[in-house]
């Protein structure tokens, strides 16, 4: 069984930064794409970055580029989200997931999907 778990969330100042970590399990991810997607309040689940080690590929939203990177660990089948100068509109729950296959930024397109950990970004 595929189990993804995020971890790392919290809350942290305008400015600051947090890394999310994102577990995987039941199965090599190396050939997968994965990404991290962001939910906050009322709002639908957007794209925030993504990552596939197959075509060395990494695509991030307008909205978080310069700011966050994406990275993997093949070893410990683990992908991290290093998140810098946050911003209060970056507050949401942040969901990492994964697919077979190339990237995409539509939620639609993932078969795996964690819990969910939330970051709250205070001004």
């Known amino acids: 069984q595929v189990q993804l778990v995020e971890s790392g969330g919290g809350l942290v100042q305008a400015g600051g930064s947090l890394r999310l970590s994102c577990a995987a399990s039941?199965?090599?991810?190396?050939?997968?794409?994965m990404g991290w997607f962001r939910q906050a309040p009322g709002k639908e689940r957007e794209f925030v970055a993504a990552n596939s080690w197959s075509d060395a590929n990494t695509v991030y939203a307008d909205t978080v580029k310069g700011r966050f990177t994406i990275s993997r660990d093949s070893a410990k089948n683990t992908m991290y989200l290093q998140m810098n100068s946050l911003k209060p509109e970056d507050t949401a729950v942040y969901y990492c997931?994964?697919?077979?296959?190339?990237?995409?930024?539509?939620?639609?397109?993932?078969?795996?999907w964690g819990q969910g950990t939330q970051v709250t970004v205070s001004s």
């Open positions: 997931a994964a697919r077979s296959g190339r990237i995409w930024s539509l939620p639609r397109f993932y078969d795996y």
């Open positions: 039941g199965r090599t991810f190396s050939s997968y794409a």
